[in-house]
Structures are given as C-alpha cells and as structure tokens.
C-alpha cells in the first residue's frame, strides 16, 4: 500500500514538473523571458567590396536581358531559405527569438550563418548533400563499402571548414581500409565483386569523377565522340578512366598498383587497346610525378583549373536555392558562355582558397538571393524571364527529407538538434524515413523541375506523420501547447505561423483565424490549434522554398 502510494505520488510530481516545464517553455519563447543571445557578425569593408563585385555581375545582367528584380524578402524568408538548405528543416521559434538578441550593428544574415555552421544539423545534412553527387544513392557492394561512414567523414570535414580541394583530394586519391579511412568508400562504392574484374570499376569513377567535381557530363563518350558538335572524344573518356586503372583491392584496403593497364577498345575497333593517362583539357597542368590518381587530383583542384571551382560554385547555388546558376548541374560548357555571376563566384571562391563557407556566406549575401519570389503588382506576376535570370527567386519544390523536417520541427517550439533528448532524435530519424519513402526521394535528380503530385499532398492531408505531429497532445506537439499556455489567441497564432512557414499571419489570415479561435474554450481550443497548424502544414507555401 504505502508502495502504490508513493508511486501515485511520484506520479503527481512528474506531472506537475512537467506542466511547470511547458508552461515555462512557452512562455519563454512567446517573448516572455530572455533566450540565449545570438552571437553577432559584422562584415569588414573588404567582405562588403567583395559582395559588391558579386552583385554588380547579377546587376549588370538584369540591365542586358532588361527584366526588373523582384523587391527584396523579410529577414525571416532569408532564414527560412538558409535553414531549409543547409539543415533540411525550417528555424524553430527559439532560434528566431535568437535573432531580437543581436547588437545593433552586427549583420543578422552573416550571424545566422554563424549560428548554422556551428550546428552539427548543418554537418550531417549538407554531408548528405555532398554525398549524393561523389557517390550517388545506391546501397553499393555489400562487405567494401559503408556510405554511412563518408557521410560521416563528410560532415567532420564540414565542421571543420576544411578547404574543399583538400576534401576532393582526399577522395580521388584515397588509400586503405574503407572502416578506418571513410574517404576511400568514393572508390571502394564503383568496386565489382563479380567478373574477371574484380577491383574499383574505372568508367564508373571517370563518369562520376566528370560530373561530381568538373561539372562536365563525359558519359555518353564511352561508346563514341560527342554528335552534338562539341568537342569531346571517346578518347577523352577512357583516357580519365584510366588514371583509376591501378587501384585495387588488398587485403589492407585500396592500394595502387603500377603493374596495371587499362584497355579498351574504341568504336569500330576488335581488340582492345592499352590506353594511357591524360586529361580532357589543361594538360600543363598535369603533374608529372606521383601515382596516378594522386595526379589526376591534384590536376582537378589546381587553382587554375577553373571548371572545378565552377562545378561546386553551380552545385552550391542549386543546393541552397533550389535550382543551379547553369542547368543541368553537371553540364557546365567548358569555354561558356556563363550565367551572370558565375565567373565571380568562381573567382571568389579560388580566391578564398576554396573556402566552403565562403562561398556559402557569398551566395548568401548575394542581390539573387535576397529576390522576392512574388510581384508587388498581382496584374503582372513573375514571368520566366526574370525567374531565368535571377532576378525574382525561383519557387521550388523542398525535397521530401525537407518537407518532414518542416513538419517535424514545426511540432516543436525548440530546435531539434544534437542537443535534443536521444529519444526525440531517434523518433525524428525514424519518422523521416517513413515520410521519405512514402513521399518519394529523387535520388541524384534532385534538381528536376518537378510540381508536387497528387499523392504526395494526400500524404500531408491524410498522412500519420501530419495526424500525429498536429493531433492534441501537450508533451510533444506545440499546437497542443500553445492553445494551454498562451497569454492570448494573438500571440497563439503568431507562434503557429512562425513555427510553420517563418512568419507572421497578414491581416486578413489574423481576423480569419482569430474569429475562429475566439469561440472555443478549453479542450476545444486544443483541437483547434491543431486545426490551425494541419492548415498551416497544408499550404502550398509550406512545402515549397519561396
């Protein structure tokens, strides 16, 4: 008896604690009590004349096709842009609090970025990212290979801000065992388990070799020259691929062995033919001593091989606005001609040693970026010329890892990060999953210019995870909280529209939606927050980047 007693006890604790807690928290984010300041940025007079030699490409470019920009968005859309792109999931509302505690003259845009490069969401995700173009999305070959470990190593390169020619050095040239030295999974993912061949498949790192890290499409070489008038050779192909010839697999991993040939035989030809190493293009710059692959990588990030530093400049910008400068994303003309802009990121970006976050931090602050996607006059939308030249921010579709993020966080007031309870982290990851697979996941073409479908709408309308993240529920879904513990239905309904779609309701949703929550009291409210957020949850707006 005295047992069952203190265990009722114990109970009645635990749930006063926990109101305690919610109330606290909601009432601290509702701007009710001070938050963690937001460390600030201010930009030096060279970062500002750099940006300024970005934008004047952007403006000059608008000048020539003679379209208008767009105004210019909200602070708040920049951060839902960024957040979106660099950790899949929009700012929770304690991040955006974060931003009323920065000094007057520091620069919210550059102290945001701060905030998210600090954050391992930012490591892991744009990992992820990364992962897709170096290696794809296919499981590879069982026992020689482990994506999840190069993700990993990806990341801890990404916390560091190690310089992204090192990162891609790593990778060609990568020896050992695929456990212990990650980056080698970038050949050890290609390997042929089966056939007389049974080491790293060399047509497949040439073609992925092109594309990932020169912008370049080579594949439809490998059978014949280019009929498109350009001027790749299928000599062009082969000879790249060999440069992979001599990597092999031993029992201590990838070694290179100097006693290897690659063969093949061109288009009209019987018997293959021994092929030697060279590039498509800028041989000088080929060096003459190493292995092969350590050349070959070392010939790809030269400082004045510019189709590298072009290729993660087009990559970069298609990663953090939904669309490449130059489309397709690894088809980048050798001699252009080029987007406006392109060659000065590509500039900037060698300049800074190619500095990832550098170049993030330059996308960022650039004139396209901060482009409304809407027209001020609703006679004359955004037309495609504009859209095309950069100067109205193209809406995108979110990837569908970035529409259960969105959900996800949305059903939390706090941000759900490293810091977040293992079990909340382990219900996110496998929510996600479930979301991604029924919703469907692009895989490499993630950059398709593709509407939303029937069926991924009925997801978010009908769906378990939209049903579970937004049903009343005071532990673990903020629309349950909001509805108890706000001060006010107006300050109920800010949250919700900060914590879905990063920003404030207008006039005419504020009197929509506050006439409907004025008539209900008590359990009644808690339904109908979450009416409000399955609202929210179901907006175009929601699930595309504006």
């Known amino acids: 008896m005295k047992f069952a007693r203190f265990r009722l006890f114990g109970a ?31 930009i030096p007079r060279e970062g500002e004349d750099k940006i300024e030699i970005v934008n004047a490409a952007f403006l000059e470019g608008w000048k020539g096709k003679q379209v208008i920009p767009t105004p210019e968005v909200d602070l708040f859309t920049i951060i839902r842009r960024l957040s979106l792109a660099l950790t899949g999931a929009p700012p929770s509302l ?39 173009a170096f290696v ?39 020896e050992g065992v695929w456990t212990t030295n990650p980056e080698a999974n970038f050949i050890t993912a290609t390997v042929i388990q089966n056939g007389d061949n049974k080491g790293p498949d060399e047509v497949k790192l040439a073609a992925r070799t092109a594309r990932a890290f020169l912008g370049i499409s080579l594949d439809c070489m490998q059978c014949h020259d280019d009929k498109f008038g350009d001027h790749w050779k299928q000599s062009h192909f082969h000879e790249l691929a060999a440069f992979y010839a001599q990597a092999e697999m031993t029992l201590t991993g990838v070694r290179e062995s100097r006693n290897k040939d690659y063969k ?46 072009r290729a993660v400049v ?11 400068l130059h489309s397709p ?27 990832f976050q550098a170049l993030i931090r330059m996308i960022a602050a650039s004139e396209p970026f901060h482009r409304d996607s809407r027209s001020v006059d609703p006679d004359n939308p955004v037309t495609q010329a504009q859209e095309e030249a950069w100067a109205a921010f193209p809406i995108t579709p979110l990837r569908s890892e970035q529409v259960a993020g969105s959900v996800i966080q949305a059903a939390s007031l706090q941000a759900l990060d490293q810091e977040s309870h293992f079990f909340t982290r382990l219900r996110r990851y496998g929510e996600t999953r479930e979301f991604v697979k029924r919703y469907g996941d692009q895989g490499e073409n993630e950059f398709a210019e593709e509407a939303g479908t029937i069926p991924q709408r009925l997801l978010l309308m009908n769906g378990k995870l939209v049903a579970e993240r937004t ?23 800010n949250a919700a529209f900060l914590a879905t779609l990063t920003r404030l ?14 008539t209900f009291r008590k359990k009644g409210r808690e339904r109908a927050m979450a009416d409000v957020f399955w609202a929210l949850i179901n907006t175009t707006e929601f699930s595309w980047n504006r």
């Not at 601290?28 to 001070?34: A, G």
């Not at 794809?136 to 190690?162: C, S």
């Not at 070959?296 to 189709?307: D, G, K, M, P, V």
């Open 12 to 42: 009645i604790l635990l749930f006063l604690t926990l109101v305690i807690l919610l109330t606290t928290g909601v009432a601290h984010l509702l701007r009710q009590n001070p938050v963690e300041p937001l460390e600030g940025r201010v």
């Open 264 to 309: 093949t035989a061109y288009l009209g030809q019987v018997d293959p033919e021994v092929v030697e190493p060279s590039v498509p293009f800028q041989k000088e710059l080929l060096p003459d001593t190493g292995n092969r692959r350590l050349r070959l990588a070392q010939w790809i990030t030269h400082e004045e091989n510019r189709s590298f530093a």
């Open 329 to 355: 994303v690894d088809d980048i003309p050798l001699d252009g001609p080029f987007p406006a802009g392109m060659e000065e990121l590509t500039d900037f970006f060698i300049a800074e040693n190619h500095n």
């Open 94 to 132: 304690e991040e955006l609090r974060r931003l009323d505690t920065l000094e007057e003259d520091a620069d919210p845009l550059q102290s945001w970025l701060d905030h998210l490069f600090a954050d391992p969401r930012y490591h892991h995700y744009f990992a992820e990212r990364l992962n897709r």
């Open 314 to 324: 087009n990559r970069t910008w298609a990663l953090l606005a939904g669309r490449p």
């Open 471 to 493: 049903e009343p529920n005071p532990i673990t879904n903020s629309a349950t909280r909001l509805a108890n513990y706000s001060p006010s239905n107006e300050e109920a309904l």
């Open 136 to 174: 794809g999305v296919e499981p590879g070959p069982f026992l020689v290979y482990r994506r999840r470990r190069l993700a990993n190593w990806l990341a801890e390169e990404l916390a560091a801000n190690r310089p992204y020619d090192a990162m891609v050095r790593d990778l060609i040239a990568s």
């Open 505 to 518: 309701p207008n006039e005419r949703e504020r009197e929509h939606f506050l006439s409907q929550l004025s």
